[in-house]
């Protein structure tokens, strides 16, 4: 297994631009859920799924959004990239089972926001 | 709702000595809490979870941690630091469903030789 893959590694965006980055799991987990990782605030959750077709909002929405055609891809857009934008951001999967369980993350995506 | 707050956003330890790391968290109902380590430049990874069973719990590399519901506190100790330790440490709590979490500001933890 794959495991959580996210598609770039790097990049380096103009203000106003939009991008999709990737996010695909082969592990057939229900949960997705979207994170940026920024200096002395830990992660915060940007957007999650608890299934296809399914995404609720977390705690730092704005600027950004989500959909989930199919149980594999979690695709994070940003519609018009800002400076505020800069962050490291994880993908992550997890299995639905009667308690929270374990999450999985990706490498990461470095994006720059020029 | 709930909270985490992990004391120190630096801790510094000498290879060999005991690695205490605090994390603190605030819950109207009972936490599901986690403990997630980032070696520099990757993704977080698993090390240990509380889900109501036992209090103390093992992880992976002789990390423990101990549920303690009177202190509100899970903190996270290994009993001798090995230089492959340093590594940014997060303690994170979940809701019931599951499918999302709620982390800490992160500790960065340095063994020294």
């Known amino acids: 297994n794959a495991g959580v893959t996210q598609t770039p590694k790097f990049q380096v965006l103009k203000t106003g631009q939009s991008m999709t980055l990737q996010c695909a799991q082969d592990m057939n987990h229900e949960y997705m859920s979207w994170y940026r990782q920024d200096p002395g605030m830990g992660l915060r959750l940007i957007h999650y799924?608890?299934?296809?077709?399914?995404?609720d909002q977390g705690e730092v929405p704005n600027g950004y959004n989500v959909s989930r055609s199919t149980t594999e891809d979690f695709p994070l857009r940003l519609l018009s990239a800002a400076p505020s934008q800069t962050s490291v951001y994880f993908c992550?999967?997890?299995?639905?089972?009667?308690?929270?369980?374990?999450?999985?993350f990706g490498p990461g995506t470095r994006l720059t926001v020029l | 709702a709930q909270s985490v707050t992990q004391l120190g956003s630096h801790v510094s330890v000498s290879e060999g000595a005991l690695v205490l790391l605090r994390c603190n968290y605030s819950?109207?109902?009972?936490?599901?809490l986690f403990w997630y380590v980032q070696y520099p430049n990757q993704g977080l990874q698993l090390l240990l979870k509380y889900t109501s069973a036992a209090t103390l719990v093992k992880g992976i590399n002789g990390f423990e941690a101990e549920f303690k519901k009177s202190e509100t506190s899970f903190h996270l100790t290994k009993p001798s630091a090995h230089m492959s330790d340093a590594a940014e440490y997060f303690c994170?709590?979940?809701?019931?469903?599951?499918?999302?979490?709620?982390f800490g500001q992160g500790t960065e933890l340095s063994v020294k030789p």
């Open positions: 994170a709590v979940s809701p019931r469903q599951g499918g999302k979490l709620i």
């Open positions: 992550a999967s997890s299995y639905k089972g009667r308690f929270p369980d374990t999450q999985y």
């Open positions: 819950s109207s109902v009972p936490p599901y």
């Open positions: 799924s608890v299934g296809a077709g399914i995404t």
